[in-house]
């Protein structure tokens, strides 16, 4: 029996985490940690029992406190205490941007395995959190594919990382992306997910930020991890051997599988996810990458071979950009546009501290901040 705390649970990965939970019967709810919503809080504490949980909000805790038997926290500490209680055996990070960070270092520290969704952390502190290898498992559905093709495999004889990518809602869009509404940007073909994600996916910053994020996982240096195009979103990722053949992850788009795998790892157990009827899905294309209408995807290759403070800046400018643009304040094209300019204020010196990671990431969301007055 696995306890499991669950960071971010009202969240899109944190509501199919639980509902992973209900199939899987070696899995107990130790905590369950949200932002702002408590009313789906106060049914998934009805429903899973956990002994702890948290909110961003004080009062928000009290009023928990007081209807339910349980432990309520509250803000960053809430989350500390979550991912550190010594009961706890999997940390599930399903927290939005940077705000995962901590939590992690901390969870990671105090020795749990943890499932991770927030690729943030990954591509602002990749070196500090790749000290505690073994115990992380990716739950990003390219990476878990990716996690599965390499198991049992010698590293050495892979020769390419290839994630898959499936456009975005503006893969076959006609003309200028100047004038796109939040609406049609949200609307991604293939996957439900939050609403950051989603413009990520729009886009194609999300895959730049998975390019970092696999560059970390799988220690392949970044001229060894390629992008393509694959509307489908069938095939979640694949990798080249060195005789030219490739291995593929298959499977439907449904972020209970990557999920499962993290919780399962491992092991393999059955899901309620109804396989894919191969005979049934049509055509698999894989098409390249538009780069001058999506330069998003070359930003982050660029701030990932710099390293230093570059990615954890362009994290930063980015979280601000999508916020912007979600709000009305900036167009979707200037969305690379201020990462660009951000970004390029930041130096590409060596592994910072925790606390230089945050500093970093307070000032680019400053300078972001500053330049949105000019758009
Ligand atoms: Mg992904």
């Known amino acids: 029996m696995s306890n499991i705390v669950i960071l971010g649970s009202t969240g899109s990965i944190g509501t199919q985490t639980l509902d992973v939970i209900r199939h899987l019967s070696a899995c107990k709810v130790l905590g369950l940690a949200a932002g702002t919503n408590l009313n789906l809080l106060r049914k998934q504490v009805q429903e899973f029992q956990p002994d702890l949980v948290s909110i961003e ?13 349980v432990k309520a926290y509250s803000g960053l500490e809430g989350l500390l205490t979550l991912a550190t209680d010594p009961r706890c055996d999997i940390v599930v990070v399903a927290l939005v941007g940077a705000l995962g960070l ?20 990954l591509v602002a502190a990749g070196h500090l959190v790749m000290e505690f290898k073994s115990q992380i498992v990716p739950i990003d559905s390219e990476h878990s594919a990716l996690w599965n093709l390499f198991w049992g495999r010698d590293k050495d ?3 390419k990382i290839i994630l898959t990518a499936s456009g975005g809602p503006f893969l076959k869009h006609k003309g200028s992306l100047e004038d796109v509404t939040v609406q049609e940007a949200l609307a991604h073909p293939r996957w439900e997910m939050g609403d950051k994600i989603s413009i990520d996916s729009a886009t194609l910053m999300n895959k730049g930020l998975e390019v970092i994020e696999a560059h970390w996982l799988f220690g392949f240096p970044y001229d060894k991890i390629e992008v393509v195009i694959h509307p489908e979103s069938l095939v979640h990722s694949l990798v080249q051997l060195h005789d030219g053949s490739f291995l593929a992850h298959l499977g439907r788009a449904d972020m209970r599988i990557p999920i499962q795998y993290a919780l399962s790892y491992p092991q393999v157990v059955p ?6 009827d191969l005979t049934k899905c049509g055509p698999l294309s894989f098409l390249p990458v538009d780069r001058q209408r999506f330069p998003s995807l070359d930003l982050a290759y660029r701030a990932g071979r710099s390293g230093g403070e570059q990615p954890i800046a362009l994290n930063a400018a980015n979280e601000e950009a999508v916020r912007a643009f979600l709000q009305g304040e900036l167009k979707f094209k200037e969305i690379p546009r201020l990462v660009r300019e951000v970004t390029a204020g930041f130096s590409g010196k060596s592994f910072p501290s925790l606390e230089q990671i945050l500093a970093i990431d307070a000032e680019a969301r400053e300078r972001a901040r500053r330049l949105l007055q000019k758009y």
Do not use: M
């Open 271 to 276: 899901s309620a996810v109804e396989p894919l």
């Open 57 to 69: 909000d004080s009062q928000d805790a009290g009023l928990l406190r007081d209807e339910f038997s």
């Open 157 to 159: 004889q892979i020769s």
């Open 102 to 121: 901590k939590p992690t270092l901390a969870a990671l520290r105090a020795g749990k395995r943890v499932a991770l969704a927030n690729k943030e952390t």
